[in-house]
């Protein structure tokens, strides 16, 4: 089975040796296609861990999660709903871009992870979250839900609740919502608006909950 953990180093007490060790994961085929290993951003002390999916188009060529168009919404939507973008660690349940292309040298067009691949990326979440220790993880859409509470969950279930689940053998506090690129995928101007702000008030929920 495809997985990270071989490249996992045992015991790891700090975020840069985890990222010099991810940069050099093959532990599924998603790195050979991509330009670099998407690591999490932010301070081990954060109190509050945001997953997302995987990188994106400019995420994979920056290096760094969240600093495409779905970042610079869901840094609004955190302003907003009173968590400050900066002092949240930023991660992705899959820290590969996968995509395809309609055509050779077109666009690359993102695609969802596999369930293989989502677990096979599962030691690296596991080990941020043993490092970072954050009092909340925020969700974000069906992946990032999937990857850290299993294949049953439900966005549209779960979201805009505080949820108390075991992860990774650890008792954690969490608040799920949408994927922020669903609200920019949405069909016209009001559906957008009342996506963002669906999102929005779920992370209110999670804003309450660090009080
Ligand atoms: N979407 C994600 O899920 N993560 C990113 O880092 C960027 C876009
Ligand atoms: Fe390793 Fe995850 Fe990249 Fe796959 S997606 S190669 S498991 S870092």
Not at 71 to 79: H, K, Q, S, T, V
Not at 97 to 125: Q, V, Y
Not at 144 to 165: D, H, N, Q, W
């Amino acid at each position: 089975a495809y997985t990270a953990e071989p490249f996992v180093p045992e015991g790891a007490r700090g975020l840069p040796t985890l990222r010099r060790a991810a940069a050099e994961c093959r532990g599924c085929p998603l790195h050979r296609d991509a330009t670099q290993t998407v690591f999490g951003q932010g301070t081990a002390n954060a109190r509050v861990m945001l997953v997302g999916e995987q990188p994106g188009d400019q995420e994979d060529r920056q290096g760094k999660p969240f600093v495409g168009p779905a970042g610079r919404l869901l840094g609004r939507a955190l302003e907003e709903a009173g968590i400050d973008p900066g002092e949240a660690y930023v991660t992705n349940a899959v820290k590969h871009f996968k995509f395809t292309r309609a055509e050779p040298r077109k666009r690359r067009i993102h695609k969802a992870p596999s369930l293989r691949e989502m677990t096979a990326c599962g030691p690296w979440l596991a080990a941020e979250l043993a490092v970072v220790e954050p009092e909340l993880i925020v969700i974000l859409g069906a992946t990032a839900g999937k990857a850290l509470l299993g294949s049953s969950f439900r966005v549209g279930e779960a979201r805009g609740a505080l949820l108390e689940r075991e992860v990774h053998g650890r008792p954690e506090k969490l608040v799920a919502t949408v994927h922020p690129s669903s609200v920019l995928r949405a069909q016209d101007d009001a559906d957008r608006k009342a996506a963002y702000e669906g999102l929005v008030s779920d992370l209110k929920v999670a804003a309450r909950a660090l009080l």
